[in-house]
């Protein structure tokens, strides 16, 4: 029974190991000095309420989804997604 429980907690280790390692594999690198505030995963970047009025300048040309809910942003400018060719959300 010891060692079920044991090969069980390994497996479960494992898993999570393996999720966290396939997490990064599909991480954007938000390298952009601008979205240090915004949290990047896979190729969606959140910058949800940080208090930004404009949209940052740096984003990945992979993005697909940006988030910017609850913040200030009022209008967008016309080369501000320019470049993003993946997105498919706003």
Known sequence: QEDKTVGIIM???T???ILNLLKEAYTVACSAPELYM??????TIYCL??????IPSGIPSNTTTLRFDYNSIAAVGS????????????
């Open 11 to 13: 497996d479960i280790v």
């Open 15 to 17: 898993i999570v190991f």
């Open 38 to 43: 915004c949290d990047c995963v896979g190729t």
């Open 49 to 54: 309420n940080v208090n930004i009025n404009t």
């Open 79 to 90: 080369n501000s997604l320019s470049g993003l060719t993946s997105l498919e959300y706003l």
